[in-house]
């Protein structure tokens, strides 16, 4: 399968995550075609004997080591993150993981205090990534944060389905962006 064996190549190569679209636009086939050749890939290397694993989070993906690895491959390299995160920022970086993506005025609602400098931090350790959309900008946490967790996505952090969709914490956020769209 020659698209397959390009996919692979253009994952190993690329030392960073690429985006559905972009893959699917350079491999001239649908999206639809390309996860169906992205889970060919996650069924031959996710598996534990394998030193690589397909990540996947946020519509991108990327070759990476097993996280099993993680451990013994941090320690030979000694982990390019040094110091360690305060409990704010890995309260706000938790939020963000399940939540993402999300608004720094909707971390700030579930934390009740200004995120911007633990904001700039997690960015700068490359843990959380930003993207502009709709005049707003929204953050999610990036494949290194996926990797350094020894995890293939973020959906395999725990309780991840029922804290990523809290009533509850849906319902705050809703009336607390409905009452700040009235007093403007």
């Known amino acids: 399968m020659e698209k397959k064996s390009l996919l692979e190549s253009l994952l190993f ?7 559905y679209k972009e893959l699917a636009k350079y491999l001239e086939i649908k999206e639809s075609e ?3 050749l992205l889970n060919t890939i996650k069924e031959r290397f996710n598996k534990s ?3 690589i694993h397909l990540t ?3 519509s991108k993906v990327q070759l990476t080591t097993n996280p099993a690895n993680a ?4 320690d030979y390299f000694k982990a390019e993150l040094s110091g360690d995160l305060t409990k704010p920022s890995l309260e706000t970086l938790t ?3 399940y939540r993402q993506p999300i608004t ?3 971390l700030e609602q579930i934390r009740g205090v200004n995120c911007s400098l633990i904001l700039r931090n997690l960015l700068i350790r490359g843990l959380v990534e930003s993207k502009e959309s709709d005049l707003t900008t929204i953050y999610s946490v990036t494949m290194d944060f996926v990797r350094h ?4 996505s973020v959906e395999d952090l725990p309780n991840y389905q029922k804290l990523n969709s809290d009533e509850s914490l849906d319902s705050l956020l809703k009336a607390n962006q409905d009452g700040n769209t009235t007093d403007n």
Do not use: C, F, R, T
Not at 13 to 19: D, E, I, Q, S
Not at 71 to 74: D, I, T, V
Not at 149 to 152: I, K
């Open 95 to 97: 939020i963000i993981a």
């Open 71 to 74: 451990k013994p491959l941090n």
């Open 149 to 152: 967790l020894g995890l293939n």
């Open 56 to 58: 996947v989070n946020n």
């Open 34 to 36: 390309l996860k169906e």
């Open 49 to 51: 004997d394998s030193g």
């Open 13 to 19: 190569v690329a030392n960073k995550p690429l985006g």
């Open 104 to 106: 720094k005025e909707e």
